[in-house]
């Protein structure tokens, strides 16, 4: 094969390499979009649901069980009801349950999920207080459990740890806020 034929197969399969590429990007989900943000007078859903989360329908799910997936949000903007669009799951084909607690840099915990189970995921959740409008660094902490663990009681059998971003803006309160 000559040098000029090596250069041009070379590039074609560059090419092809690229062309998958891009449309891969096009076509898998790109994160989706978080649910629609409640109206002032109604509360956000901060119930648990059963499949995987919207806009993620497509994304890989767990087939190794040795291995635990999950999906969070890692920007965090709150809602002017105070909701923070928390967008976590418990991928489909995990042996474990999962509770994820939300601090700020200061020690603060915002707040604590209930238990999620494998193929679960929440929305939304309101935190025990908001802090000044602004915006935080917040560690996301996901507690793992195996099935026959007491997440109250028990220790997690595993804890995976995620960083996000906090926004306030000036108009957010909490639902029967006296401020």
């Given at each position: ?9 070379t ?34 859903d901060t ?27 890692g ?14 799951e ?6 474990c ?12 915990t915002?707040?604590t ?5 494998a193929?679960?995921?929440l929305?939304?959740?309101y ?10 660094p ?7 459990y ?5 997440p109250?009681t ?20 909490l ?5």
């Open positions: 094969m000559t040098v000029a034929k090596k250069i041009v197969s590039l074609l399969v560059a090419a092809v390499a690229v062309g998958i590429g891009l449309a891969l990007a096009l076509l898998l989900p790109q994160g989706g979009s978080p649910p629609p943000e409640p109206t002032p007078t109604e509360m956000a119930t648990l649901h059963t499949g995987r989360l919207p806009g993620y329908e497509n994304a890989p799910q767990n087939t190794t069980p040795e291995y635990f997936w999950y999906l969070f949000n920007s965090l903007a709150t809602g002017k009801d105070g909701s923070l669009p928390l967008l976590l418990n991928t489909p084909g995990n042996e349950v999962m509770r994820v607690r939300y601090t700020l840099a200061d020690g603060t915002l707040l999920t209930p238990v999620i189970g193929g679960e995921y929305l939304y959740a935190p025990d207080s908001l802090p000044a409008p602004g915006s935080y917040v560690t996301v902490t996901i507690l793992v195996h099935a026959e663990q007491d109250v028990d220790e997690p059998f595993a804890t995976y740890t995620e960083q996000a971003m906090l926004t306030v803006p000036q108009d957010a309160v639902p029967n806020s006296t401020t």
